[in-house]
């Protein structure tokens, strides 16, 4: 008997053994692979410059201009392309790129913008591989209508339409196989990271940048924690009058699959189209839910790109894609509170001061002005610090950026994110870089005002008012 179990226990540890080396030598594949593609990548785009240098050098003026965006867009195409077939990690990169680079011309950011929602999906038969490998049975035995063509396919997974048996239309995430691996390969490939990372967040501590973005990101390959996570905001937000999201399905909700209630509506590409009253709505709701759901819920969605927003007029907007959420503690939360109120409602420099240092965002005791401090962050306050109507523009959502990136800054040596908020430095930019493109225009101040836990003012707006009263049902 105990040589049998002697035995068995032999066979099981080298089997567990050779799976792990097989994985690993799977990953270290990957890693190579993917390094390799996007070093490749920056070839390309490096040739393409340097092979038109002479042409940039005699043009002048206008024609000039018109090379640089036609070499933007040709670069822009390149990086769809190229990301939107890898997936993971480095898509999520390109992503931002495609709603926070001031620096590119118009056409060039709506190819980068493909991969917010348009990149090639995984085959039918992959997806229906995932649906039973988890739920048990292949989609057409689950679903009383399963659509084999994804209606969205993104960085992680992919979404299908189907009916359930009990007539509900819902929306069937499905994540793709092997994609775990791929994103264990990108986040090793540690060299490649801090290289761009570097070229989009010079002057902040990389490693830490690093780490944070793990921890979130392996988050997102838990769909069961996406669910969860969606669900939450779904109850906070029921019956709200503007805010919108789908509620979770959780008996057809697993580790790779997250079922919800099927949501229709605008992109974020139509709604650039629509009058400037009914982006401003839009852009209000958006405004709301990301701060409302910080101050109140003391989490937010960490993932603000336009492919996770659907419109559908008057101000009406439905949120998806719950797998990035930051969850903050009240510790945490106090002085993001404390820097809005020393800054805009208490007019107290040193105390702004003050916060920032205790959160971690400059460090104690630097040698600079606070009359320096406060020039420089407060950009990111501008649109809060006086009450009136104020328009968000691009010129202004492109200053902040800028600000953010500025190495050459005079606290630049002293400053930093810390860990906990670097979830929260991409939303904020994200949210901007929005509301720029939509030229948004509210008394953000008079918003700002109502959700302020140290302010709870009373309705500035009619949408205000409409969330006033929701809340007052609400009890």
């Given at each position: 008997m105990k040589k049998a179990l002697f035995a068995a226990l032999t066979i099981?540890?080298?089997?567990?053994?050779?799976?792990?080396?097989?994985?690993?030598?799977?990953?270290g594949?990957?890693?190579?692979?993917r390094g390799l593609a996007a070093f490749q990548l920056a070839v390309r785009g490096g040739a393409r410059y340097a092979g038109n240098a002479p042409r940039l050098f005699m043009l002048a003026g206008e024609n000039r201009q018109q090379l640089r965006n036609d070499l933007a867009l040709q670069t822009a195409e390149d990086v769809a392309t190229t990301l939107g077939a890898m997936k993971g990690v480095l898509m999520k990169l390109g992503q931002m790129a495609s709603y926070v680079d001031d620096g590119l011309p118009p056409e060039a950011r709506r190819t980068l913008g493909r991969l917010q929602d348009s990149v090639p999906p995984m085959s039918a038969e992959l997806a229906a591989g995932v649906i039973t490998e988890e739920l048990g049975m292949p989609p057409e035995e689950i679903f009383a209508e399963w659509d084999p063509e994804p209606i969205a396919a993104a960085s992680i997974g992919q979404v299908h339409r189907a009916i359930t048996r009990d007539g509900r239309a819902v929306a069937v995430k499905v994540q793709y196989p092997g994609i775990a691996e791929t994103i264990e390969a990108d986040l090793g490939n540690v060299s490649l990271l801090r290289r761009m990372l570097r070229v989009i967040a010079p002057g902040q501590d990389v490693d830490s940048l690093i780490t944070e973005l793990r921890e979130r990101i392996?988050?997102?390959?838990?769909?069961?924690?996406?669910?969860?996570?969606?669900?939450?905001?779904?109850?906070?937000?029921?019956?709200?009058?503007?805010?919108?999201?789908?509620?979770?399905?959780?008996?057809?909700?697993?580790r790779r699959v997250v079922t919800s209630d099927l949501a229709t509506g605008a992109r974020f590409s139509e709604l650039a189209g629509w009058s400037q009253h009914e982006r401003d709505l839009a852009a209000e709701t958006i405004y709301r839910f990301v701060f409302r759901s910080l101050y109140d819920m003391?989490?937010?969605?960490?993932?603000?790109?336009?492919?996770?927003?659907?419109?559908?007029?008057g101000g009406k907007v439905t949120f998806l894609d719950f797998g990035l959420v930051k969850h903050f503690t009240?510790?945490?939360?106090?002085?993001?509170?404390?820097?809005?109120?020393?800054?805009?409602?208490?007019?107290?420099?040193?105390?702004?001061?003050?916060?920032?240092?205790?959160?971690?965002?400059?460090?104690p005791?630097?040698?600079?002005?606070?009359?320096?401090?406060?020039?420089?962050?407060?950009?990111?306050?501008?649109?809060?610090?006086?009450?009136?109507?104020?328009?968000?523009?691009?010129?202004?959502?492109?200053?902040?950026?800028?600000?953010?990136?500025?190495?050459?800054?005079?606290?630049?040596?002293?400053?930093?994110?810390p860990r906990s908020y670097v979830i929260l430095q991409r939303i904020n930019l994200g949210v901007f870089a929005l509301l720029g493109e939509l030229t948004a225009t509210a008394n953000w101040r008079g918003i700002a005002e109502e959700i302020w836990p140290f302010v709870q003012a009373p309705p500035s707006t009619p949408m205000g008012e409409a969330e006033a009263a929701w809340f007052a049902r609400r009890g």
């Amino acid at each position: 008997m105990k040589k049998a179990l002697f035995a068995a226990l032999t066979i099981g540890t080298a089997l567990t053994a050779t799976l792990v080396v097989r994985r690993a030598r799977r990953v270290g594949a990957l890693r190579l692979n993917r390094g390799l593609a996007a070093f490749q990548l920056a070839v390309r785009g490096g040739a393409r410059y340097a092979g038109n240098a002479p042409r940039l050098f005699m043009l002048a003026g206008e024609n000039r201009q018109q090379l640089r965006n036609d070499l933007a867009l040709q670069t822009a195409e390149d990086v769809a392309t190229t990301l939107g077939a890898m997936k993971g990690v480095l898509m999520k990169l390109g992503q931002m790129a495609s709603y926070v680079d001031d620096g590119l011309p118009p056409e060039a950011r709506r190819t980068l913008g493909r991969l917010q929602d348009s990149v090639p999906p995984m085959s039918a038969e992959l997806a229906a591989g995932v649906i039973t490998e988890e739920l048990g049975m292949p989609p057409e035995e689950i679903f009383a209508e399963w659509d084999p063509e994804p209606i969205a396919a993104a960085s992680i997974g992919q979404v299908h339409r189907a009916i359930t048996r009990d007539g509900r239309a819902v929306a069937v995430k499905v994540q793709y196989p092997g994609i775990a691996e791929t994103i264990e390969a990108d986040l090793g490939n540690v060299s490649l990271l801090r290289r761009m990372l570097r070229v989009i967040a010079p002057g902040q501590d990389v490693d830490s940048l690093i780490t944070e973005l793990r921890e979130r990101i392996v988050e997102e390959l838990d769909y069961s924690r996406e669910a969860r996570n969606q669900q939450l905001f779904a109850d906070y937000y029921d019956g709200h009058p503007t805010i919108g999201i789908p509620k979770v399905v959780s008996e057809l909700s697993t580790r790779r699959v997250v079922t919800s209630d099927l949501a229709t509506g605008a992109r974020f590409s139509e709604l650039a189209g629509w009058s400037q009253h009914e982006r401003d709505l839009a852009a209000e709701t958006i405004y709301r839910f990301v701060f409302r759901s910080l101050y109140d819920m003391r989490a937010f969605n960490g993932d603000p790109h336009p492919g996770n927003y659907l419109f559908h007029g008057g101000g009406k907007v439905t949120f998806l894609d719950f797998g990035l959420v930051k969850h903050f503690t009240a510790d945490e939360l106090r002085p993001l509170m404390d820097m809005a109120r020393c800054l805009c409602v208490e007019n107290d420099p040193e105390e702004f001061r003050r916060s920032l240092e205790e959160a971690g965002f400059i460090k104690p005791g630097a040698p600079i002005g606070t009359d320096v401090i406060v020039d420089h962050l407060a950009v990111f306050y501008d649109t809060i610090r006086k009450p009136g109507e104020l328009t968000i523009t691009g010129d202004y959502s492109s200053a902040v950026v800028r600000r953010f990136f500025d190495v050459r800054s005079p606290i630049a040596p002293y400053a930093q994110v810390p860990r906990s908020y670097v979830i929260l430095q991409r939303i904020n930019l994200g949210v901007f870089a929005l509301l720029g493109e939509l030229t948004a225009t509210a008394n953000w101040r008079g918003i700002a005002e109502e959700i302020w836990p140290f302010v709870q003012a009373p309705p500035s707006t009619p949408m205000g008012e409409a969330e006033a009263a929701w809340f007052a049902r609400r009890g």
